[in-house]
């Protein structure tokens, strides 16, 4: 079974960035039979990132109006998206290009999303405080997933 | 009294903010107006004061959908700055580089963003249903022109394998050979999406205003790594006298700078390069904008769709010559870079997918910059759009307003505006 971790996000907007701080979280320890991709503000390259993939496991910053730095994970269709669908390439949706790779035939058979709720999103690097410490967190509960 | 009032912010399927506004009464225009809301971005000042081999990699960064564009004109610009010579083979594999990237950015923009204003849909996802074999035929070829880029610059954006003077490193004679196979299996593709775009050409408007069309031009190429600057107007010009060109201002409406030439506003694009190069086009590009019935000196926005598409198909043709061309002379994987850091100031040009790019640098001796310039395709357009807009919409006041929000709509898109970049964070709510 081919599974890829996919940090998703821009480091130099915030919190946006928590995903791929989780991601180099895994890197520094790497785990068995995984792929790291790392897409960053890649959008609609996720398709081809998805592709050839059996087990997706996607790591995004996200607001749900939780706690800050609270945890989510999830699967795609226990979500609805509030994004509008207009969609640009420098606005894109998550879910909408869930939709086309499904529609392709190429979604991997699990997609779980780990989201972490943000704080503050604005021109900066670096994560507020409790996002920080969301980040070792979602990485020990990726590696248990993986390691089960 | 009739009266048209239409404001759409935060434009979709363009890259960035810009807004629409239209205010009409009785079949008058009042105000009509594309305004710019991007912030300033600061590239010239934060390359001030850093090394000579750090700029392509720092402007590059200008833009994630250009990268290989403003990498390579960064590049030329540092190279003039210093007299450094490239070789034949380096020269080979960046008009490659910058095939990849035409090839990525049109096939982006005509599949996914004009595709669905075409096929009558509010975006891409719905057409995966309604017209599945076509998007996936266009993702196909997105994800090719992304493997193409990967191996002439080692990554799909962001280029780290161009640098001054040559490649850190060069793909392989296989490699390449690999490469061209895949492109001409994916010409029949290339034309079967060509077929729908050209079954629903008719939905373009028929919208003509008389503009100044300005791009690279070279004799013995269709230009878009190198060439001089070219004026539908004015003719032919060395690449440093590009201020004189550009002659860029300020208005209130904008955040983005304007630009003036020849007439009030000037075009660059697609459309640009077709109507300044038309003749040195590849044979099956030139029967595809037949096809369309595009002849130079066309002066329709919209068909700088019809321009992307058959430069698609160009840049295959050229893909698979320039690759013969390097597999006949022989590929030198382990050919490096070679010069002398010296001060000096430099100008470098490419046309990049949405038009002529200007990088402009001053180094001093130690090879740090102290100077820089760079004016970007996008901001030579906005003055052209908003003229566009002011001639285009008089025409079109008899029709219901969501037609004429969509003509204006698609009227921008077809300039494949690239205007910034914002925050992508996930905004959901959980199904109760």
């Not at chain 2, 008058?28 to 809301?37: D, I, P």
Request: aromatic share 6%; net charge negative.
């Amino acid at each position: 079974m081919t599974t890829g971790i996919i940090g998703i996000g821009n480091p130099l907007m915030g919190d946006d960035g928590a995903g791929l701080a989780v991601l180099s979280r895994l890197q520094a320890d790497p785990l068995p039979d995984v792929k790291l991709i790392e897409l960053g503000t890649g959008g609609i390259n996720l398709v081809h990132e998805l592709a050839g993939l059996d087990r997706a496991i996607i790591i995004d910053a996200a607001d749900f109006g939780g706690d800050p730095g609270e945890i989510r994970k999830f699967k795609p269709d226990e979500v609805r998206s509030l994004k509008t669908q207009g969609y640009s390439l420098h606005d894109w949706d998550l879910f909408t290009t869930l939709d086309i790779s499904k529609k392709m035939g190429e979604l991997p058979d699990e997609i779980i999303i780990f989201a972490i709720q943000v704080v503050e999103t604005g021109h900066k690097e670096g994560l507020s405080p409790h996002v920080v410490g969301a980040v070792p967190e979602v990485a020990r509960m990726i590696r248990k997933l993986i390691l089960l | 009294m009739s009266e048209i009032n239409i404001n759409v912010e935060h434009l979709t399927r363009v890259e960035g903010h810009g807004n629409i506004v239209l205010n009409a009464k009785n079949g008058n225009v009042e105000k009509v107006q594309w305004q710019v809301s991007e912030a300033p971005r600061f590239f010239e000042s934060f390359v001030r004061g850093r090394p000579y081999n750090e700029l392509s990699h720092i402007t590059s960064r200008i833009c994630g959908i250009c990268s290989i564009g403003h990498s390579l004109a960064s590049l030329k610009a540092t190279e003039a700055a210093m007299g450094i010579e490239i070789s034949e083979q380096t020269q080979l594999l960046r008009r490659l580089a910058a095939h990849a990237e035409n090839l990525q950015s049109h096939v982006l923009h005509v599949g996914y963003l004009v595709a669905p204003d075409l096929l009558g849909a509010p975006s891409v996802i719905p057409l995966a249903s309604s017209h599945t074999d076509a998007v996936l035929k266009i993702v196909g070829l997105h994800r090719l022109a992304n493997e193409y880029s990967n191996l002439t610059c080692g990554r799909t954006v962001h280029p780290v394998s161009l640098v001054v003077g040559g490649f850190s490193h060069i793909p392989s004679e296989k490699q390449l050979k690999e490469m061209r196979q895949k492109w001409v299996d994916a010409i029949p593709d290339v034309v079967a999406v060509a077929e729908i775009v050209l079954a629903n050409a008719h939905k373009l408007p028929n919208f003509v205003r008389e503009t100044e069309f300005v791009a690279l031009t070279a004799d013995d190429e269709y230009a878009i790594y190198d060439g001089d600057i070219g004026s539908t107007d004015t003719g032919r010009v060395p690449v440093d006298q590009y201020l004189d060109i550009t002659n860029e201002f300020v208005v209130p409406h904008s955040t983005a700078k304007y630009t003036k030439h020849n007439r009030e506003s000037y075009m660059v694009g697609a459309l640009a390069r077709f109507n300044l190069n038309y003749d040195r086009l590849g044979p099956l590009a030139k029967e595809w904008a037949g096809k369309f019935g595009l002849e130079p000196v066309n002066h329709n926005p919209f068909m700088n769709n019809v321009a992307q598409l058959v430069e698609i198909v160009h840049s295959i043709e050229d893909t698979l010559a320039l690759i013969d061309k390097l597999l006949e002379k022989g590929v030198d994987v382990n050919e490096r870079p070679k010069y002398e850091v010296k001060a000096g100031r430099g100008i470098g040009a490419v046309d990049v997918p949405r038009g002529i790019l200007f990088h402009d640098y001053t180094y001093n001796d130690q090879g740090v910059c102290t100077k820089a310039n760079c004016i970007i395709p996008t901001n030579q357009n906005h003055n052209n759009i908003n003229l566009d807009f002011q001639a285009f919409a008089p025409t079109i006041l008899d029709k219901p307003e969501a037609e004429i929000e969509l003509l204006l709509e698609m009227l921008v898109r077809a300039y494949d505006p690239c205007i910034s970049c914002s925050t992508h964070y996930l905004n959901v709510e959980w199904k109760r």
